[in-house]
């Protein structure tokens, strides 16, 4: 680390305030006290791309040409889904949670599709689906450990600019009467356009509903949003060794991209538990790859999850042993190839798309 003359610190690569640095130091001290190390790649299923909302203003779901690619109806199949849940659990990625947007389709379709996610990937999931009734709640209970509220920003007024037609209120309710046997988490984004001290509003929530995780990712542009750039690194780790030191125990995930991955020791110096958001499938086995997995280890963390070595296993065969219907494991073996091809050949490219993993 050098001081520079205007009194900020280079670590590697990166430009960080000497306040930062204290404040990482203080995290991952935090971290160690509280936690084994063990660190993992969290993968967020997606069943949909269409959201019948979809004014986010950060959200590639808002864009006119997103809404022109996935119109009403578009869904993602059952095989690809499925084949998620089964990479999932055999490169030991933990299933961040199942995802879509509002009004993608009937709640039995939603109930069959987190089924059989869960009995593929062999344990409940959490989901991440809007707020739900209790009724629809309480017929996921043997599928679903947790419940996931995309809040974006906690913010009074920016919320409400970010996420018109997604009030907080809501989404209090739901955790307000969520029964104790499921686990509660939110999902924040830095750069939305909060101020270090809006992270009260964070805490607040964090304590009223004795939330079990947080989800933190830092903004990433999506062309045709109103947003240009995302945070800093030097904001994205004091939002992270912040909430670390505010909350020894709570379990918290950092959400990084392509773009980002290479900050992934950071994270873990800023007090994560675990990753999310690095393009796994499509970078599988990359120099990105092993240096994302190289630079969680480093900071004296067992990254536990598998994105750098193909395994060595009959994949029908383990299709084959799935408790679910013969139809989906049929469309599981038909799409399975282009991702084999792509775990055993990898492809190093510095470019990533603007769609989703």
């Not at 037609?165 to 309710?173: E, F, G, N, T």
């Not at 356009?193 to 929530?205: A, P, S, T, V």
Request: one cysteine or more.
């Amino acid at each position: 680390m050098e001081y520079n003359s205007n009194k900020f610190l280079h670590v590697g690569d990166i430009t960080l305030t000497p306040e930062t640095v204290d404040l990482l130091n203080q995290a991952e001290k935090t971290y160690f006290e509280n936690f084994n190390g063990r660190t993992w790649y969290g993968r967020c299923i997606f069943i949909s791309w269409y959201c019948s909302l979809a004014d986010c203003t950060f959200c590639f779901r808002s864009t006119n040409q997103h809404k022109e690619m996935h119109p009403e109806g578009s869904r993602r199949s059952m095989g690809s889904i499925l084949l998620e849940a089964l990479f999932a659990r055999i490169f030991n990625w933990r299933i961040e949670f199942v995802t879509g947007g509002y009004g993608i389709m009937p709640f039995p379709n939603l109930l069959e599709i987190i089924r059989n996610i869960s009995l593929v990937y062999g344990e409940k999931v959490w989901i991440n689906l809007g707020v739900m009734a209790p009724s629809h709640i309480e017929q996921l209970k043997p599928y679903v450990k947790g419940i996931y509220s995309s809040l974006e920003t906690l913010t009074p007024g920016l919320h409400e600019h970010v996420c018109p037609s997604k009030p907080i209120a809501p989404y209090d309710k739901m955790f307000s009467v969520l029964d104790k046997d499921f686990k509660k988490s939110i999902a924040v984004i830095v750069g939305l356009g909060d101020k270090i001290e809006d992270m009260n509003y964070l805490f607040d929530f964090v304590e009223k509903h004795n939330l079990d995780r947080v989800t933190m990712y830092a903004l990433k542009p999506v062309r045709g949003t109103e947003y240009t750039a995302g945070p800093s690194p030097d904001e994205y780790l004091q939002w992270l060794a912040r909430l670390r030191i505010k909350f020894p125990k709570l379990q918290i995930v950092a959400g990084t991209n392509l773009r980002r991955s290479e900050e992934a020791g950071y994270l873990m110096w800023a007090g994560a538990n675990a990753v999310t958001k690095f393009p796994a499938t499509k970078q599988f086995g990359t120099k990105k790859a092993h240096l994302f997995s190289d630079l969680i280890n480093s900071r004296n963390r067992e990254f536990i999850s598998n994105i750098t070595t193909y395994p060595n296993i009959n994949w029908e065969e383990e299709i084959d042993k799935l408790p679910i219907k013969e139809e989906y494991k049929t469309e599981m073996k038909q799409k399975i190839s282009p991702y084999l091809n792509r775990f055993r050949n990898p492809v190093d490219k510095d470019k990533e798309m603007w769609d989703e993993d």
